[in-house]
């Protein structure tokens, strides 16, 4: 499920915005579908506009029926009703997918046999200070299982002591459900952890739910900015 809405608060219309040729949305779906990982890849919008491009370009699209706040809000409505496990949310600011990062979200539920992960998603360790402490950059710090501990804007773990040799996370907004996570998540209400950093995943932990995180080293390029585009052009070409 690839959850795309129009009006984005940073960059209004960026999924439309042309990548090489196509636009973001239809470039994100095209790279997703090419992984050949899933029986069906969708895109789930409330833009007639970007439902329009999708299903003009050859692709699968559907529209949200309410109103909502994000992208996995999005999605549970979509899948409330049918018969499936699990569920990978790819955002549709995410050109640069690819198959291996993917593959190993889905090996963590065929390990999992007690089922005692309720999701998985993507971290990518970081270097640079200033993408450290850039608060559009959401970092994660886990636990000795690479559990996660907490997701934040703000630089995590706090460098007090500089001699400690920490590794920062950043992580990447593409992960794997359960069906009963993802809906549990749509009927809880918001709460103050998650509403202050504004970061939908922090939902999962205010109210237990346990989210796997595996490492990968593909960084690609998300698309929150204007110069973010840039970036993408450049490495697209």
């Given at each position: 499920m ?5 009006s ?5 219309g ?6 090489g ?9 095209e790279a ?7 029986d ?25 029926i ?10 549970a409505?979509?899948?409330?009703f ?15 997918t ?18 005692k ?7 990518v ?7 450290i402490?850039?608060?559009?950059t ?15 804007r703000s630089?995590?773990?706090y ?7 920490v ?11 359960r069906?009963?996570?993802?809906l549990d998540?749509?009927?809880l ?5 998650e ?5 939908e ?5 205010e109210?237990?739910k346990r989210?796997?995180?595996v ?11 204007p110069?973010?585009?840039e970036?993408?052009?450049k490495?697209?070409?």
């Amino acid at each position: 499920m690839i959850p795309a809405r129009y009006s984005a608060s940073r960059f209004p219309g960026k999924l439309m915005q042309d990548l090489g040729g196509k636009s973001v949305i239809v470039r994100t779906y095209e790279a997703t579908v090419a992984t050949n990982l899933f029986d069906d890849v969708l895109v789930v919008t409330d833009s007639k506009i970007i439902y329009d491009e999708i299903v003009n370009n050859g692709g699968k699209a559907m529209m949200s029926i309410k109103e909502h706040e994000c992208g996995s809000d999005r999605i549970a409505e979509a899948v409330e009703f049918l018969d499936i496990d699990i569920v990978i949310n790819v955002q549709g600011d995410e050109p640069f997918t690819e198959k291996e990062s993917l593959k190993k979200l889905i090996e963590v539920f065929k390990d999992d046999h007690d089922k005692k992960i309720d999701l998985a998603s993507l971290m990518v360790h970081i270097t640079d200070w200033d993408e450290i402490s850039n608060p559009n950059t959401v970092k994660v710090i886990v636990d000795k299982n690479n559990f996660a501990l907490y997701f934040s804007r703000s630089p995590i773990p706090y460098p007090r002591d500089k001699n400690i040799d920490v590794k920062y996370y950043k992580h990447k907004g593409v992960y794997a459900f359960r069906k009963e996570a993802i809906l549990d998540f749509y009927h809880l209400p918001m709460l103050k952890l998650e509403a202050s950093e504004k970061i939908e995943c922090i939902r999962y932990l205010e109210y237990g739910k346990r989210i796997k995180m595996v490492e990968t080293d593909v960084q690609g390029v998300e698309i929150d900015t204007p110069e973010d585009l840039e970036r993408a052009k450049k490495l697209w070409k």
